[in-house]
T-cell receptor
Framework: GESVGLHLPTLSVQEGDNSIINCAYS??????FIWYKQESGKGPQFIID?????DKRQGQRVTVLLNKTVKHLSLQIAATQPGDSAVYFC????????????FGKGTRLSVIA | DGGITQSPKYLFRKEGQNVTLSCEQN?????MYWYRQDPGQGLRLIYY???????QKGDIAEGYSVSREKKESFPLTVTSAQKNPTAFYLC?????????????FGPGTRLTVT
Protein backbone atom coordinates (compact mmCIF):
# COMPACT_ATOMS: atom_id res chain seq x y z
CA GLY A 1 0.00 0.00 0.00
CA GLU A 2 0.91 3.64 -0.07
CA SER A 3 3.14 4.90 2.66
CA VAL A 4 5.04 8.04 3.38
CA GLY A 5 7.61 8.03 6.13
CA LEU A 6 10.32 10.14 7.62
CA HIS A 7 13.86 9.13 8.47
CA LEU A 8 14.16 11.14 11.70
CA PRO A 9 11.39 11.81 14.20
CA THR A 10 13.27 14.71 15.86
CA LEU A 11 15.89 17.17 14.69
CA SER A 12 17.74 19.76 16.76
CA VAL A 13 19.51 22.56 14.93
CA GLN A 14 21.50 25.56 16.07
CA GLU A 15 19.99 28.91 15.17
CA GLY A 16 21.47 30.16 11.93
CA ASP A 17 22.41 26.72 10.66
CA ASN A 18 20.67 24.99 7.77
CA SER A 19 18.14 22.26 8.46
CA ILE A 20 17.44 19.23 6.32
CA ILE A 21 14.32 17.16 6.88
CA ASN A 22 14.04 13.91 4.93
CA CYS A 23 11.09 11.90 3.74
CA ALA A 24 10.75 8.59 1.90
CA TYR A 25 7.78 7.54 -0.14
CA SER A 26 6.90 4.12 -1.49
CA UNK A 27 4.38 4.73 -4.26
CA UNK A 28 6.19 5.18 -7.55
CA UNK A 29 2.95 6.49 -9.07
CA UNK A 30 3.02 9.56 -6.82
CA UNK A 31 3.52 12.71 -8.86
CA UNK A 32 2.88 15.49 -6.40
CA PHE A 33 4.57 16.17 -3.08
CA ILE A 34 3.98 18.81 -0.47
CA TRP A 35 5.54 19.98 2.78
CA TYR A 36 3.60 21.39 5.72
CA LYS A 37 4.66 23.05 8.96
CA GLN A 38 2.52 22.53 12.03
CA GLU A 39 2.90 24.53 15.21
CA SER A 40 1.48 23.20 18.43
CA GLY A 41 -2.31 23.28 18.54
CA LYS A 42 -2.65 24.73 15.05
CA GLY A 43 -3.53 23.44 11.61
CA PRO A 44 -0.75 22.57 9.15
CA GLN A 45 0.57 25.46 7.12
CA PHE A 46 1.60 25.02 3.49
CA ILE A 47 5.32 25.52 2.91
CA ILE A 48 6.17 24.35 -0.58
CA ASP A 49 5.18 21.73 -3.12
CA UNK A 50 6.81 20.02 -6.08
CA UNK A 51 5.65 17.96 -9.00
CA UNK A 52 7.43 14.86 -10.20
CA UNK A 53 8.60 16.55 -13.39
CA UNK A 54 10.93 18.67 -11.25
CA ASP A 55 13.97 17.78 -9.13
CA LYS A 56 14.20 20.98 -7.15
CA ARG A 57 12.06 23.90 -6.21
CA GLN A 58 12.95 26.92 -4.14
CA GLY A 59 10.90 29.20 -2.00
CA GLN A 60 11.74 31.81 0.57
CA ARG A 61 14.51 30.21 2.69
CA VAL A 62 13.23 26.75 1.76
CA THR A 63 14.19 24.29 -0.94
CA VAL A 64 12.56 20.98 -1.73
CA LEU A 65 14.55 18.28 -3.48
CA LEU A 66 12.98 15.26 -5.13
CA ASN A 67 14.88 12.13 -6.04
CA LYS A 68 12.50 9.85 -7.89
CA THR A 69 15.10 7.15 -8.38
CA VAL A 70 15.24 6.38 -4.67
CA LYS A 71 11.79 7.83 -3.85
CA HIS A 72 13.20 10.43 -1.52
CA LEU A 73 12.10 13.95 -0.71
CA SER A 74 13.87 16.53 1.42
CA LEU A 75 13.11 19.97 2.79
CA GLN A 76 16.00 22.32 3.35
CA ILE A 77 15.58 25.38 5.53
CA ALA A 78 18.31 27.99 5.27
CA ALA A 79 19.46 30.01 8.27
CA THR A 80 17.07 28.29 10.64
CA GLN A 81 15.31 30.61 13.05
CA PRO A 82 13.52 29.97 16.37
CA GLY A 83 10.22 30.54 14.59
CA ASP A 84 10.96 27.50 12.43
CA SER A 85 10.51 25.23 15.44
CA ALA A 86 7.54 23.02 14.61
CA VAL A 87 6.58 19.61 13.28
CA TYR A 88 7.12 19.20 9.55
CA PHE A 89 5.07 16.78 7.46
CA CYS A 90 5.61 15.57 3.96
CA UNK A 91 2.68 14.26 1.94
CA UNK A 92 2.29 12.66 -1.44
CA UNK A 93 -0.46 12.30 -3.96
CA UNK A 94 -1.21 11.09 -7.46
CA UNK A 95 -2.96 12.66 -10.44
CA UNK A 96 -1.32 16.03 -9.85
CA UNK A 97 -2.73 16.21 -6.36
CA UNK A 98 -6.27 15.23 -7.23
CA UNK A 99 -6.15 12.09 -5.13
CA UNK A 100 -6.15 12.64 -1.35
CA UNK A 101 -2.80 13.37 0.24
CA UNK A 102 -1.07 10.62 2.21
CA PHE A 103 0.86 12.02 5.17
CA GLY A 104 3.93 10.84 7.00
CA LYS A 105 4.18 10.91 10.80
CA GLY A 106 6.21 14.12 10.90
CA THR A 107 9.59 15.38 12.11
CA ARG A 108 9.86 17.73 15.05
CA LEU A 109 12.38 20.49 14.42
CA SER A 110 13.81 22.21 17.50
CA VAL A 111 15.92 25.31 17.01
CA ILE A 112 18.51 25.98 19.68
CA ALA A 113 19.11 29.68 20.27
CA ASP B 1 -5.49 29.30 8.21
CA GLY B 2 -6.71 31.25 5.18
CA GLY B 3 -10.42 31.26 4.57
CA ILE B 4 -11.19 28.01 6.35
CA THR B 5 -12.91 28.20 9.71
CA GLN B 6 -13.56 25.42 12.16
CA SER B 7 -15.67 25.73 15.25
CA PRO B 8 -15.47 25.33 18.09
CA LYS B 9 -11.74 25.22 18.85
CA TYR B 10 -12.30 22.97 21.87
CA LEU B 11 -15.22 20.59 22.32
CA PHE B 12 -16.10 18.34 25.22
CA ARG B 13 -18.67 15.56 25.10
CA LYS B 14 -19.82 12.66 27.17
CA GLU B 15 -19.35 9.17 25.83
CA GLY B 16 -22.35 7.95 23.86
CA GLN B 17 -23.26 11.35 22.44
CA ASN B 18 -23.01 12.31 18.80
CA VAL B 19 -21.20 15.56 18.08
CA THR B 20 -20.93 17.64 14.91
CA LEU B 21 -17.83 19.61 13.99
CA SER B 22 -18.21 22.59 11.71
CA CYS B 23 -16.03 23.44 8.72
CA GLU B 24 -16.68 26.42 6.47
CA GLN B 25 -14.57 27.86 3.64
CA ASN B 26 -14.97 31.03 1.59
CA UNK B 27 -12.25 30.18 -0.91
CA UNK B 28 -14.65 28.77 -3.50
CA UNK B 29 -12.78 25.48 -3.29
CA UNK B 30 -14.35 22.40 -4.79
CA UNK B 31 -12.76 19.72 -2.63
CA MET B 32 -12.95 19.46 1.14
CA TYR B 33 -11.38 16.98 3.51
CA TRP B 34 -11.55 15.82 7.12
CA TYR B 35 -8.52 14.43 8.91
CA ARG B 36 -7.91 13.09 12.35
CA GLN B 37 -4.64 13.65 14.19
CA ASP B 38 -3.61 11.80 17.33
CA PRO B 39 -0.71 12.96 19.56
CA GLY B 40 2.65 12.55 17.88
CA GLN B 41 1.03 11.16 14.76
CA GLY B 42 0.44 12.18 11.21
CA LEU B 43 -2.90 13.00 9.64
CA ARG B 44 -5.33 10.27 8.72
CA LEU B 45 -8.11 10.85 6.20
CA ILE B 46 -11.66 10.35 7.44
CA TYR B 47 -13.84 11.58 4.55
CA TYR B 48 -13.47 13.81 1.54
CA UNK B 49 -15.75 15.49 -0.94
CA UNK B 50 -14.80 16.69 -4.40
CA UNK B 51 -18.19 18.13 -5.32
CA UNK B 52 -21.43 19.16 -3.67
CA UNK B 53 -23.73 16.28 -2.71
CA UNK B 54 -20.96 13.72 -3.11
CA UNK B 55 -18.34 12.38 -0.70
CA GLN B 56 -16.06 9.39 -0.30
CA LYS B 57 -14.75 7.44 2.67
CA GLY B 58 -11.15 7.86 3.63
CA ASP B 59 -8.96 5.44 5.54
CA ILE B 60 -10.76 5.68 8.89
CA ALA B 61 -14.42 6.50 8.10
CA GLU B 62 -15.98 4.06 10.59
CA GLY B 63 -17.92 5.89 13.28
CA TYR B 64 -18.05 9.15 11.34
CA SER B 65 -20.51 10.73 8.92
CA VAL B 66 -20.45 13.81 6.70
CA SER B 67 -22.65 15.85 4.42
CA ARG B 68 -21.90 18.28 1.60
CA GLU B 69 -25.10 20.18 0.91
CA LYS B 70 -23.28 23.43 0.15
CA LYS B 71 -19.94 24.11 -1.49
CA GLU B 72 -18.80 26.18 1.48
CA SER B 73 -19.65 23.69 4.22
CA PHE B 74 -18.53 20.16 5.10
CA PRO B 75 -19.65 19.23 8.63
CA LEU B 76 -18.35 16.09 10.31
CA THR B 77 -20.42 14.11 12.80
CA VAL B 78 -18.57 11.93 15.27
CA THR B 79 -21.05 9.26 16.25
CA SER B 80 -21.23 7.14 19.38
CA ALA B 81 -20.00 4.25 17.24
CA GLN B 82 -16.54 5.81 17.04
CA LYS B 83 -14.60 3.85 19.65
CA ASN B 84 -11.87 6.36 20.34
CA PRO B 85 -13.14 9.81 19.33
CA THR B 86 -10.80 11.98 21.39
CA ALA B 87 -8.44 13.61 18.88
CA PHE B 88 -7.56 16.77 16.99
CA TYR B 89 -9.76 17.13 13.90
CA LEU B 90 -8.59 19.08 10.90
CA CYS B 91 -10.58 20.25 7.92
CA UNK B 92 -8.95 21.19 4.64
CA UNK B 93 -9.98 22.43 1.23
CA UNK B 94 -8.49 22.60 -2.23
CA UNK B 95 -9.38 24.01 -5.61
CA UNK B 96 -9.92 21.45 -8.36
CA UNK B 97 -9.41 23.84 -11.22
CA UNK B 98 -6.99 23.19 -14.06
CA UNK B 99 -3.43 22.76 -12.86
CA UNK B 100 -2.04 21.80 -9.51
CA UNK B 101 -3.49 23.37 -6.40
CA UNK B 102 -2.26 23.06 -2.87
CA UNK B 103 -4.46 22.01 0.00
CA UNK B 104 -5.11 24.44 2.85
CA PHE B 105 -6.05 23.57 6.40
CA GLY B 106 -8.30 25.11 9.01
CA PRO B 107 -7.19 25.74 12.61
CA GLY B 108 -8.61 22.46 13.91
CA THR B 109 -11.04 21.35 16.61
CA ARG B 110 -9.80 19.46 19.63
CA LEU B 111 -12.49 16.99 20.72
CA THR B 112 -12.37 15.38 24.14
CA VAL B 113 -14.84 12.63 24.99
CA THR B 114 -15.06 11.37 28.56
Amino acid sequence: GESVGLHLPTLSVQEGDNSIINCAYSNSASDYFIWYKQESGKGPQFIIDIRSNMDKRQGQRVTVLLNKTVKHLSLQIAATQPGDSAVYFCAESRNSGNTPLVFGKGTRLSVIA
Amino acid sequence: DGGITQSPKYLFRKEGQNVTLSCEQNLNHDAMYWYRQDPGQGLRLIYYSQIVNDFQKGDIAEGYSVSREKKESFPLTVTSAQKNPTAFYLCASRSDGQGVHEQYFGPGTRLTVT
